[in-house]
């Protein structure tokens, strides 16, 4: 618990200097890669504690970046209202999406396609809903002049690095408390053996609906600042099957089920996505970048099931 | 009065009955021994009455109060603890936080669990071992582990499913003598044993099962000399 | 009344297709237990294979059905063998992550390979219509499916009549029992593999002249035949077919009375209703889930 506080503290302080030598372009990327670590950690409390294969997950990101977005735009109401909310949204959601699925004994495979369906039916939805713009998309104004970031939660890159890093560093804390708590080992005792979880008194319903409202809570909160940064909200891209599959590739590079998984996972990711992307352009390429993505996902599969973090932290403990 | 008592417990399968009728008591302090040939009904009966699965009929009284039906979770929180006939043990955790996650039943802060944890490790000898990964224990061990977790729990009765099954009689010899201590510190034991030399050792009490129906009920001695009983094993005999 | 009958036919003739997809999704799960989350990827493979096939010697679409279905056969074996194999006693998130990262690695060589611009097969065939009574049935669809039939109709006489197909059949109701009677267990899994991705190659290229090609189909593909085998009943082959049908038909009525990029919503939403209400699928045992 101390060990990972301390690298906690260590992580976000040395990331927080960044602003003083990274330029802007750097600035953006790493704040895409702090929101998808993000993202992973959010899931990966379902999935890599509780066991719990969401697949849907990019309904949260959707339905908090539209509720921030709708409310600022349509209704005059600061993000610094609409984030909150939207997390309680997406919690709700997220609970009862567990409650309905495992009440129901929706099970496993069954139950990562329920989240499916649930995400596939709002991007739906949302793509014939006027009301948010449908399929042509919905639009943050502009900035205006003399804008205060800390008043609006918008920004420039470093504004964003510094948010996501926040987020993130929040996420990290509360997956490392959840860890070392009664939830956490409950949790975890459910993805191992529900039949001994439940002999164990675990209440493994309420316990699948914490775990789910938890990170669709916090999905949801990311999906608003994500809105908040791109300025721009289609169906597809905030909530599609690829967003989905998207999050889920840094935690499972990462380390499923490990405080720092996702966070290691995304800032390996992201370089290999952003270099694949630049070899794609230079050589005229498109989809080298997936190509790569699968591969590399194939590779942690098949030789580094745990992920690349466990190894990480052998390397900085100084052990084989 | 009895710690557990099982009224006519029935559970069918699709048509198939697989414990009809069965009844019988645990007394408060005993050790009381489920036996019988494979198939006849005793892991069933375990699981009806842990809450594993849900009986067609008949109920379960445990400490004066019926808690037919209810769940796992629930009846862990009376007071039932058990242990599974296949263990698997969370391999990812080290058996200090495996029996933690039993100790949580009734302790919420972390301090207080890890202590609870630790003394029921000791209570099977897996201190020394408690920093170690689940996943490389020895099979006696996991064994040990399993009960450890469900005494965790803080039950007032053990459901212990085949644990001696696959284990040698040296390693059987230690697990009889933590479960003798187990027992005197004031845990009531119902077990499930195919090991009539362990079961002889530890069981005052003794129920059989045969397709599903109670064929004897008695002390060791009583069940032994018992014409149905003899039968019925000396026919699993005959037919393997 | 004629345009209600004429959505409805070509959602049944529509159903067939899926129910071939399904058909191989299911095999797959029923002897295997795993779930082939690239199913619609494998798709995608078959329906270049149909159009490349016609665009280098302008055959018959129907033409383009048996070399796919033997490209898909001899991947799904491969695939089956030498990778899939060492996951079987994995948990099923790390079976799912496998073949997340082999759907993406396909998408991906399909992109490079093939760029992300559709492709669309135009046939004079495109434009003929059979005519029963006043029901116009496109014959393009109506061929589709009438060999989509006829493949799930010998692929069941073969899983009933043939040494291999009852040694299938043996693996998916006991794994270890089929083991013992000295069935090559790995082998009869390739074969399995082999036929079910076989389904889904047969089924694009049946589909290659109906939709254009690119690499962004699959994830479609594949949730069209999640959805065709959780409302039959997964593990069940004639509920692959019923569910088949329903979709096809759930998807032609909501295009009608919704709007067609609608057609999804109702087939998703009897999907999550299924799963509520009946879990096991509308015709599977209770066993077949898990």
């Known amino acids: 618990m101390r060990r990972g506080a301390i690298a906690v503290a260590a992580f976000s302080g040395l990331l927080a200097l960044g602003p003083l030598v990274l330029d802007g372009y750097l600035l953006s990327l790493l704040a895409l890669a702090f929101a998808f670590a993000f993202f992973g950690a959010a899931w990966n409390l379902m999935m890599g504690f509780a066991g719990m294969l969401s697949i849907g997950h990019g309904l949260y990101i959707g339905i908090g970046g539209y509720t921030v977005a709708v409310l600022l735009v349509t209704f005059g109401v600061s993000p610094w209202a609409g984030l909150p909310l939207a997390g309680l949204l997406c919690a709700g959601l997220g609970a009862a999406i567990a409650w309905t699925g495992f009440r129901f004994a929706v099970r496993g495979v069954y139950f990562a396609l329920l989240t499916l369906a649930a995400a596939e039916l709002a991007r739906i939805l949302f793509e014939h809903w006027p009301f948010v713009g449908g399929t042509g998309g919905f639009f943050l104004p502009a900035l205006p002049p003399g804008n205060v970031p800390l008043l609006t939660l918008r920004g420039g890159p470093e504004f964003f690095y510094f948010a996501f890093l926040l987020l993130l560093t929040a996420a990290l804390v509360l997956t490392l408390a959840i860890r070392h708590s009664r939830m956490g080992y409950r949790l975890m005792a459910i993805r191992e053996d529900e039949d001994a979880a439940r002999a164990s008194g675990v209440p493994v319903l309420r316990m699948r609906i914490a775990a789910a409202a938890l990170s669709g809570g916090m999905t949801g909160i990311g999906g608003g600042l994500f809105a908040l940064m791109n300025g721009s909200l289609f169906p597809n891209t905030m909530m599609g099957v690829a967003i989905s599959i998207e999050i889920m590739i840094a935690p499972i590079v990462g380390g499923l089920g490990t405080v720092f998984g996702p966070a290691i996972g995304a800032l390996f990711v992201m370089p290999v996505h952003e270099l694949s992307e630049h070899l794609a352009q230079e050589a005229g390429v498109f989809g080298l970048n997936t190509l790569i993505y699968g591969l590399l996902v194939l590779l942690v599969v098949l030789f580094l099931p745990a992920g690349i973090g466990p190894s990480v932290a052998r390397l900085l403990r100084g052990r084989r | ?240 | 009344m004629d345009l209600v009958a004429g959505v409805i036919a070509n959602g049944v003739l529509m159903g067939a297709v899926y129910a071939l997809i399904a058909f191989g999704l299911t095999i797959i799960f029923g002897v295997m237990r795993v779930v082939n989350f690239a199913h619609g990827e494998m798709v995608v493979i078959g329906m270049y294979a149909g159009y490349f096939l016609w665009a280098a010697f302008d055959t018959h679409p129907l033409a383009a059905v048996l070399p796919a279905a033997a490209l898909l056969f001899l991947i799904g074996y491969l695939l089956q063998f030498h990778l899939v194999q060492h996951f079987l006693a994995r948990p099923a998130h790390v079976q799912f992550i496998l073949f997340i990262a082999l759907a993406l690695v396909i998408t991906g060589a399909h992109l490079v390979a093939f760029g992300p611009n559709p492709r669309g097969i135009f046939s004079l065939a495109s434009f003929e219509v059979y005519r029963i009574g006043g029901l116009r049935l496109d014959a393009v669809r109506s061929q589709a499916a009438a060999a989509a039939l006829l493949i799930v109709a010998l692929l069941w006489a073969f899983l009933r009549a043939s040494r291999l197909g009852r040694a299938i059949r043996a693996a998916a109701d006991n794994r270890t029992g089929a083991a013992v009677v000295g069935i090559r267990i790995r082998h009869v899994y390739a074969v399995t593999a082999g036929i079910g991705m076989a389904c889904a190659g047969a089924a694009g290229a049946l589909v290659a002249p109906l939709f254009d090609t690119h690499p962004f189909l699959a994830p479609e593909f594949t949730l069209i035949a999640f959805i065709t085998v959780i409302l039959g009943g997964i593990g069940s082959l004639p509920g692959a077919l019923l569910g088949g049908l329903l979709i096809g038909v759930a998807e032609a009525a909501a295009a009608l009375v919704l709007s067609p990029s609608m057609k999804s919503v109702l087939s998703y939403g009897l999907l999550i209703l299924v799963m509520l209400a009946r879990p096991q699928g509308i015709i599977g045992s209770p066993e077949g889930q898990r």
């Open chain 2, 1 to 240: 009065m009895s710690l557990l008592a099982v009224e006519a417990l029935s559970r069918n399968f699709a048509g198939l009955r697989a414990v009809s009728e069965v009844s019988f008591c645990v007394e408060e302090g005993s050790i009381t021994a489920l036996i019988g040939p494979n198939g006849a009904g005793k892991t069933t009966c375990f699981n009806l009455i842990a809450g594993a699965l849900k009986p067609s009929s008949g109920r379960v009284i445990f400490a004066g109060e019926d808690v037919t039906g209810l769940p796992p979770e629930a009846l862990c929180l009376r007071g039932i603890g058990r242990t599974f006939q296949i263990v698997r043990p969370m391999p990812e955790l080290t058996v200090l936080e495996n029996a933690m996650v039993g100790a949580f039943a009734r302790e919420s802060r972390l301090a207080a669990a890890e202590a609870v944890a630790r003394e029921a490790l000791s209570r099977v000898g897996l201190l020394p071992k408690a920093g170690m990964p689940a996943a490389q224990l020895t099979l006696p061990d996991r064994k040990m582990l399993e009960v450890a977790r469900a005494l965790a729990t803080r039950p007032r009765l053990l459901l212990l499913d085949e644990v001696m099954a696959g284990l040698r009689a040296g390693e059987a010899g230690a697990i009889v003598e933590s479960l003798r201590a187990v027992n005197a510190a004031g845990v009531t034991i119902l077990m499930i044993e195919h090991v009539m030399r362990v079961v002889m050792a530890l069981a005052r009490h003794i129920v059989v099962l045969h397709h599903g129906e109670k064929i004897a009920d008695g002390t060791p001695e009583e069940v032994t000399r018992d014409p149905a009983v003899i039968r019925s094993y000396l026919g699993e005999r005959g037919a393997a």
